[in-house]
């Protein structure tokens, strides 16, 4: 697969040079890992200086990056949003690789209602009730359970389990392995027991959610556990009952949510970061790496550390303590000094 140079202009917006519009891009790459007719991009300045090494034979920049002799510049506002547009020209994944068509080994209940081109991969089992739209494609092996919705244009991909009652909004893609809608972690103490409290509520998706292989996203006790439009989940998340998340938020892996916290929209949550129950997390809030979270997050407000605490702060924190090894050392003399002087004292009194 290869593309000319005016092309590839043409999609992401940048001025071609005449004299090598009809220069052929044969794939992406790295800057470093690039090969004679790859094409990569730059969107950090710290890359700027392989620029002069690569072997890439164009390179995305921002407008006014100097770039040698020997590389075509494309220059563009956002170089990072312009090469993702580059990568899905060259993209080759289709979900024809899922499944196409209704697999003979599927088992589909006579009461399931499929939509228009759906696509249904071996040993599939689609429940009763269960109603699928137009165009989404269900991967091998995948459940979905009573009383459950898929939209349209969705992609469930090998190893999904949906269960009973949940709804999935369009254009949603679930990764291999993420189950959605098992029982919260919900258990009632009694007599030096525990009882287990059921769990009636669903899980409700909204439309464009993408989420990572292995997360899942537990049931409701009662009401909904709700992941609103837009949102972007890695692999390996849990997020318990009753947990709702806003609209365009993005989750880095092995976040873990406790029961009945609301996220707002616009949060981004660094990777092992972890929320107790019952928070609040304003809209636009950041959540560093492992950060571990047991009060409210305010709108806007970036909290690192454990416990979190307002990110600036934190950073003090941080700084201070690496000093605490040389304050302890003259704590420790001061205490000599003051010994010795106490002792001195008392000897001529």
């Keep these: ?103 003979s080994r599927a088992f589909i209940n006579p009461d399931t209602v499929l939509g228009k081109d759906v696509s249904i991969g071996p040993f599939a089992v689609i429940g009763a009730g269960v109603k699928i739209g137009d165009d989404t494609v269900i991967g091998p092996c995948t459940v979905i359970l009573s009383g459950s919705s898929i939209g349209k244009d969705c992609t469930l991909y090998p190893n999904v389990t949906i269960m009973d009652g949940c709804e999935i909004g369009d254009r949603v893609i679930l990764h291999a392995g993420v189950i959605i809608g098992s029982d919260g972690f919900g258990f009632a103490p009694h007599e030096g027991h525990y009882t287990k409290i059921p769990q009636i509520g669903c899980v409700r998706i909204e439309d464009d959610v993408e989420i990572g292989a292995g997360t899942c996203i537990d049931r409701a006790a009662f009401g909904e556990t709700v992941i609103e439009k837009g949102t972007k989940l890695d692999n390996l998340i849990q997020i318990a009952h009753n947990v709702r998340i806003g609209s365009d938020t993005v989750i880095a892996a092995q976040v873990g ?46 909290v690192s550390g454990y416990p979190a605490k307002n990110h600036m702060k934190a950073m003090r924190l941080e700084a201070a303590l690496r000093h605490l090894p040389e304050l302890m050392k003259k704590v420790k003399n001061q205490e000599r000094t003051i010994e010795e002087l106490e002792r001195i004292i008392k000897e001529r009194s």
């Design 1 to 103: 697969m290869s593309f000319t140079l005016d092309h590839i202009c043409s999609v992401i917006g940048a001025e071609c040079p005449r004299k090598v519009k009809d220069v052929e891009i044969n794939g992406v790459s790295s800057i470093q890992d690039a090969h004679p007719d790859d094409i990569c991009f730059i969107s950090n300045p710290k890359y700027i200086k392989h620029l002069e090494s690569t072997n890439a034979r164009a390179v995305i920049v921002a407008k006014g990056t100097p770039v040698p002799n020997t590389v075509i510049p494309l220059e563009v506002d956002n170089p990072y949003f312009a090469f993702v547009e580059i990568l899905a020209l060259f993209n080759t994944r289709s979900a024809i690789n899922i499944a196409s068509g209704i697999h």
């Design 257 to 302: 949510i406790s029961g009945s916290t609301s996220i707002g929209s616009g949060v981004r949550m660094g990777g092992q970061a972890g929320l107790a129950g019952h928070l609040t997390v304003g809209n636009g809030a950041s959540v560093g790496a492992q950060a571990g979270v047991t009060k409210d997050v305010t709108p806007n407000e970036t």
